[in-house]
């Protein structure tokens, strides 16, 4: 490796850093609220909300997340009903709201059944036992479902935001300058092809470590009554 | 048996270095997504300018033709990790481009244009330098890996650059409004005029000559990695023999209905 390509490229590449932590921490905060709400759809009694959240899942964890970067890009550009529609276009117009966009719809699928699977692990006794106490459903969800639900949930969701950071690099397909669309674009000014993927490579790895650490700094907080028992 | 799998693999070694003489074969990488230079159907057949050059040079020389349809930008990498033999893909020579590999002679030239809405303010402009101070904040397509990206950011570097791995999808975001001008050939740039999807389009009148810019090349080469220095040799010949007899301006005619191709030196 030369150190002057290095040079070069790691200011370049930095700069793609920070679009891809934009693009990974809006749709991760509109998937993981849009996720909570299909979670709940889908475990309600009303046969059309959870059929929705069932067949929503089902698309969006069944296509690619590309094919569904380029049916919102390119496909949806060209319906003329979205460009007459001034905030369905602004959506569509920009690449990195685009990918924004799908990228919170997709991870939304995801979360939906892991925060699904930690609703329903929550043992039906204690949500007998707040209810017998008189609290309300709501009350009911704050303070019993919801922080047992998070606890079983979250190995499998810190999981689903490695994903996230690693499905952000295909919004340089279309047209986003991130990370993998900065280093694509090194390659054809540089050809050092190694070099330049290793960095951006290494980038990845470095957001997904500090990642999973708060991940598992908060896995140790909300299981610390368990540490003090053993 | 260990001799068995070291003489596999010399065989192997052997018929790396020269896979052309030994199969009697060439293989051709080509992009087949810009036309009218290189198209390829779902079946996977490449026509275009580019197909016809690779098929005369390939009768030339007596050998088959075999197209590898890849994406432009990564044509260099592949060629040097012997994917195929050379790259026939419109490809302009360039200095950074010479640093990796080596190019035949040039065999054709085009004009480069930039193209714009009919009402865009873009499409009255007609001199050089008002055309750059009107890129400013603009968003222009380019694709990827091309000597028009490499022309814009050094001469319109306050220009929005939105690059493109395929032709197709810069002439969506073209017709889509997404981005306020493109940059490209004249060519393939006519090509999208002629579609549905132009016809509210126009080039804009200022022509950028290739020989005008170091970063926009010496024409447009038959790609070849650099120790094939013998296939080059070969290609070269076989390519003045080409241009002089007239067979490339006529297939230039086929797909231009002009004459792009460029004198042999």
Redo the contacts between chains.
């Keep these: 490796m030369e150190l002057e390509l290095i040079q070069r490229a790691v200011p370049v590449l930095l700069k793609g850093l920070g679009v891809t932590a934009l693009l990974t921490g809006v749709s991760v905060l509109v998937g993981f609220n849009l996720g909570l709400g299909l979670a709940l759809m889908r475990l309600s009694e009303n046969r059309f909300l959870s059929g929705f959240a069932k067949y929503y899942s089902t698309v969006f964890r069944g296509t690619p997340l590309l094919v569904q970067l380029f049916l919102f890009y390119?496909g949806l550009?060209?319906l003329s009903f979205i460009?007459n529609s001034e905030m369905a276009w602004w959506v569509i117009?920009?690449?990195t709201r685009c990918a924004i966009m799908a990228l919170a719809l997709n991870t939304a699928a995801y979360t939906s059944e892991i925060l699904r699977g930690g609703l329903m692990s929550v043992p039906a006794g204690l949500v007998e036992a707040a209810q017998a106490a008189g609290m309300s459903r709501f009350l009911r969800f704050r303070r019993i479902q919801f922080p047992l639900a998070i606890r079983q949930a979250l190995p499998a969701y810190g999981n689903e935001l490695v994903l996230t950071v690693k499905g952000t690099s295909l919004a340089s397909?279309i047209?986003v300058l991130e990370i993998t669309?900065y280093a694509?674009?090194l390659?054809?000014?540089t050809?050092a092809?190694f070099e330049v993927f290793a960095i951006a490579g290494a980038l990845y790895l470095i957001i997904n470590l500090v990642l999973i650490t708060l991940v598992r700094m908060l896995e140790a907080h909300l299981m610390r009554h368990q540490a003090r028992s053993r | 048996m260990k001799l068995k799998v070291l003489s596999l693999v010399a065989f192997l070694a052997a018929g790396m270095g020269s896979a052309y003489a030994a199969e009697g074969e060439l293989s051709i990488g080509t992009e087949g997504a810009y036309p009218p230079w290189s198209m390829a159907d779902a079946a996977g057949n490449v026509t275009g300018f580019d197909a016809d050059v690779g098929n005369l040079l390939c009768a030339k020389l007596e050998v088959k033709c075999k197209f590898v349809v890849q994406a432009f930008d990564g044509l260099i990498p592949a060629l040097k990790a012997k994917r195929f033999d050379v790259i026939i893909s419109g490809m302009s020579i360039t200095e950074d481009r010479k640093k990796e590999i080596s190019f035949s002679n040039g065999y054709a030239e085009l004009a480069n244009m930039f193209v714009a809405p009919k009402s865009s303010d873009l499409a009255g402009i007609h001199d050089f330098d008002t055309l750059i101070k009107a890129l400013d904040g603009k968003k222009v397509g380019v694709q990827a890996g091309t000597t028009h990206a490499h022309y814009l950011e050094k001469n319109a570097p306050k220009a929005d650059l939105k690059t493109y791995d395929t032709l197709d999808q810069m002439q969506i975001d073209l017709a889509s409004g997404r981005i306020d001008t493109a940059f490209s050939d004249a060519s393939a740039l006519e090509d999208f005029l002629a579609k549905p999807d132009g016809k509210d389009f126009q080039l804009v009148d200022v022509k950028i000559a290739s020989s005008s810019d170091a970063t926009l090349g010496e024409g447009i080469g038959v790609g070849i990695a650099q120790e094939n220095t013998e296939l080059k040799a070969k290609i070269d010949k076989a390519l003045c023999e080409l241009v002089n007899d007239g067979s490339i301006a006529k297939a230039s005619e086929t797909w231009f209905k002009t004459d792009i191709s460029r004198p042999c030196k």
């Design positions: 390119y550009g060209q460009k117009s920009d690449g397909t047209t669309g694509k674009r390659m054809s000014q050809f092809i």
